[in-house]
């Protein structure tokens, strides 16, 4: 059974749970829900995790990286910032970030960026986990733009690209200051935000998980 820890809490004191691999050596660190209303990348890399034994864990787990949103259905935490914009990065702005509820409806939902980059003890969190376990690369699962979005175009997300058969983008094709990648980028740290598509949880999953069972064993060959 894989065992979790704490490695910080939520706005609502939610514990925010890490499983790290058994013998502590962490070669990427995978992580689900970012945004609270992305479930499909909790129960996709869950799903996965759960056919992968403990001691054949090699990579760190976030199932949800913003539990509050998740528990109440909205992409931003608690105090409704949109967490993938709270990034303390060149970029991080003030200017309230225009979201829409679903892919048809117009972008008219607003949300906050934070007081300033770093202000949401999800983010603080975040970013002392990876500089405590420095993985090679950090693969965050969002929905649902079906890419693999790679600003180096690396050769894991090449990897990624081919076994999902998802097309390796440069950027989304907007703005996104103060994000976990643009933080990343910074910080000298790989970072693959894998996309999942528009469709429904059981068909991410099966689509996808023997890719991320793969990613969690470390079972790569990017030669």
């Known amino acids: 059974m894989h065992r979790s820890i704490s490695y910080g809490a939520s706005v609502n004191g939610t514990p925010l749970q890490v499983i790290l691999p058994k013998d502590g050596t962490v070669e990427y660190l995978l992580l689900a829900a970012h945004h609270g209303d992305e479930p499909e990348t909790t129960v996709a890399l869950s799903s996965a995790l759960r056919s992968v034994p403990p001691e054949n864990l090699k990579s760190a787990v976030i199932l949800v990286a913003n539990p509050d949103g998740l528990m109440l259905g909205t992409r931003g935490n608690a105090n409704g910032v949109d967490l993938n914009r709270n990034f303390p990065t060149s970029d991080w702005g003030t200017i309230p970030i225009r979201y829409r509820w679903t892919m048809d409806s117009p972008r008219d939902v607003e949300l906050s960026p ?110």
Not at 120 to 126: D, K
Request: glycine share 8%; net charge negative.
């Open 114 to 223: 934070g007081s300033t980059g770093g202000s949401e003890p999800e983010t603080q969190a975040l970013i002392k986990l990876v500089k405590e376990i420095s993985p090679k690369a950090i693969i965050t699962l969002h929905a649902p733009l079906d890419c693999i979005d790679d600003v180096n175009g690396s050769e894991l997300a090449q990897w990624i690209a081919s076994h999902t058969e998802l097309p390796i983008v440069r950027d989304v094709g907007y703005p996104t200051p103060g994000s976990f990648g643009t933080w990343a980028k910074e910080n000298n740290q790989n970072l693959i935000t894998f996309e999942l598509g528009n469709q429904s949880i059981e068909t991410s999953r099966a689509r996808f998980e023997e890719t991320l069972v793969k990613l969690l064993m470390a079972d790569v060959d990017c030669s």
